[in-house]
């Protein structure tokens, strides 16, 4: 028992590095300025012109540029939502380390909420420090597409978690 409690610890640990980490890599994200955060998703824009369009080396400067502006709004979107799943997935593997019962239903409704909530507290305060950089605002629209990511990564972190226990079990 005591082992299984260490070894608890040490995950729990690690998670919380992890998620410490990560939540960093956002508010830097966050800090950046209207220019800076334009340039990197347009770069991002033409790099995914690159990857998964044939012939994009061959278009005029012009075009590739349009194309980068054209996906600039779903590559900026979709970085969000991938950055808050992410999220979502290290704030439910660290619940998961605080409510460790008997796998019962009471317990994995604590762990997806608790996950869940976190996340999307961490997203409002995440807009609301975007309102103090310079030319960036405060989105509502941003909220909710992080906290749909939030909740993506708790949900697919649970899928895994169901289907690895259920594997398990049939061993």
Same mark, same amino acid.
């Given at each position: 028992?005591?082992?299984?409690?260490?070894?608890?610890?040490?995950?729990?640990?690690?998670?919380?590095?992890?998620?410490?980490?990560?939540?960093?890599? &956002?508010?830097?994200?966050?800090?950046?300025?209207?220019?800076?955060?334009?340039?990197?998703?347009?770069?991002?824009?033409?790099? $995914?012109?690159?990857?998964?369009?044939?012939?994009?080396?061959?278009?005029?400067?012009?075009?590739?540029?349009?194309? %980068? $502006?054209?996906?600039?709004?779903?590559?900026?979107?979709?970085?969000?939502?991938?950055?808050? %799943?992410?999220?979502? &997935?290290?704030?439910?593997?660290?619940?998961?380390?605080?409510?460790?019962?008997?796998?019962?239903?009471?317990?994995?409704?604590?762990?997806?909420?608790?996950? $869940?909530? !976190? !996340?999307?507290?961490?997203? +409002?305060?995440?807009?609301?420090?975007?309102?103090? +950089?310079? !030319?960036?605002? *405060?989105?509502?629209?941003?909220?909710?597409?992080?906290?749909?990511?939030?909740?993506?990564? +708790?949900?697919?972190?649970?899928?895994?978690?169901?289907? *690895?226990? !259920?594997?398990?079990?049939?061993?």
């Amino acid at each position: 028992m005591r082992m299984r409690n260490r070894k608890l610890q040490a995950r729990r640990m690690i998670y919380i590095g992890l998620l410490l980490g990560w939540m960093s890599v &956002i508010f830097c994200f966050s800090a950046r300025t209207a220019p800076e955060s334009a340039q990197m998703s347009h770069s991002v824009g033409k790099m $995914a012109g690159k990857l998964l369009v044939p012939g994009f080396d061959r278009w005029s400067e012009d075009r590739q540029e349009e194309f %980068a $502006a054209r996906v600039d709004y779903p590559v900026r979107k979709g970085a969000h939502m991938t950055e808050y %799943a992410i999220l979502g &997935i290290l704030l439910s593997l660290t619940a998961g380390t605080l409510y460790t019962g008997n796998g019962e239903l009471y317990d994995v409704r604590r762990r997806m909420g608790t996950a $869940a909530a !976190g !996340g999307i507290l961490y997203a +409002v305060s995440d807009e609301l420090h975007q309102w103090f +950089v310079p !030319g960036r605002s *405060c989105q509502f629209t941003d909220v909710l597409i992080d906290s749909c990511g939030v909740i993506l990564g +708790v949900l697919f972190l649970e899928l895994v978690r169901r289907r *690895c226990s !259920g594997k398990n079990k049939e061993s």
